[in-house]
């Protein structure tokens, strides 16, 4: 049967066959994390989600278990093609690394002792550190003019990276006065 897709929100037809390759992109791109590729994919390359829409389902998925990227994974699977496209695009993401993964992974932790394979390590982290703030400064943009959402952003990156609060205590902590800032500021809108 041809997979013909459905009609997303901006009049894109999306082909599971779509899903799935945008996704293992993201896999293979996204060294350390997937979170800026798929922004980059979802956002930029696809337009699948504008930049508002991204930012919203990243918090969604902050609030759920698991890992970030496998809940965008899901969200945007589901919202473009529902259940089949959620695993169509989670079939795409972790169908290389898995592989790979359980691959390599008996070659690493055989060489993990020398120094020459600890800088490497060293030095990618430090560059998917590097990618990851990047990203929540783009994540930012939309919100440029709204000062309190920047504070609240400000204290979120304080309380995380500082004070070295867990995400469950900083979340628990904003997510209140996060609600009431925003319906502050839609009372005043309207």
Not at 102 to 125: E, K
Not at 162 to 168: E, H, M, N, Q, S
Request: aromatic letters at 6%; one cysteine or more.
């Amino acid at each position: 049967m041809l997979d013909r897709g459905k009609t997303n929100s901006f009049g894109n037809t999306v082909a599971l066959s779509a899903l799935f390759r945008a996704f293992l992109k993201v896999s293979l791109c996204g060294f350390g994390g997937g979170l800026v590729w798929a922004r980059r994919v979802v956002v930029e390359q696809r337009r699948w989600m504008d930049e508002q829409e991204f930012a919203e389902t990243l918090t969604l998925c902050q609030l759920m278990p698991g890992p970030n990227i496998v809940g965008i994974t899901v969200c945007v699977g589901a919202k473009l093609r529902g259940a089949i496209g959620a695993i169509s695009a989670v079939a795409g993401f972790i169908l290389v690394p898995w592989t790979v993964g359980l691959s390599l992974g008996g070659v690493v932790l055989h060489f993990a002792q020398h120094t020459v394979l600890q800088n490497i390590l060293g030095g990618l982290s430090a560059a998917a550190a590097g990618l990851l703030i990047g990203t929540g400064l783009r994540l930012l943009v939309p919100h440029r003019s709204r000062r309190m959402a920047l504070l609240l952003a400000g204290l979120a990156f304080v309380g995380m990276a500082f004070t070295r609060l867990p995400l469950v205590v900083v979340l628990i902590g904003l997510a209140p006065l996060s609600i009431l800032v925003t319906a502050l500021e839609g009372s005043r809108a309207h």
